[in-house]
């Protein structure tokens, strides 16, 4: 069993920044990769970054390349995800979630333990 803890989501002004932390526990040696998705009202989940076990890989979304990084604090066993340059249509709820192997997906039914989600508002 893996847990995961998300934290840090809020109310931000387009243009601001905001970083997301997924803290990990439970059995999360070995090869696995985090991705961070996300779901607006109405729309399907979809995929916004993804970090290897190793924190050497990472993969974005084309909407958010140049805006968003991810990374990871292996004494801390957590996974961030940087926002800057925030738009109103990255409001949603973001998850992140891990699957037991190191490979890139991003379909979030290629991964096993979800974190609770945090709610991300840019207002205009």
């Known amino acids: 069993q893996v847990q995961l803890v998300e934290s840090g989501g809020g109310l931000v002004q387009a243009g601001g920044s905001l970083r997301l932390s997924c803290a990990l526990s439970?059995?999360?040696?070995?090869?696995?990769?985090v991705g961070w998705f996300r779901q607006a009202p109405g729309k399907d989940r979809e995929f916004v970054a993804g970090?290897?076990?190793?924190?050497?890989?990472?993969h974005y979304a084309d909407s958010v390349k140049g805006r968003f990084t991810t990374s990871r604090d292996n004494a801390k066993n957590t996974m961030y995800l940087q926002m800057n340059v925030l738009k109103p249509e990255d409001t949603a709820v973001y998850s992140c979630?891990?699957?037991?192997?190191?490979?890139?997906?991003?379909?979030?039914?290629?991964?096993?333990?979800w974190g609770q989600g945090t709610q991300v508002t840019v207002s205009s």
């Open positions: 439970g059995r999360t040696v070995g090869f696995y990769y």
């Open positions: 970090i290897d076990w190793t924190g050497t890989s990472t």
């Open positions: 979630a891990f699957r037991g192997v190191s490979q890139y997906k991003t379909n979030p039914d290629e991964y096993h333990y």
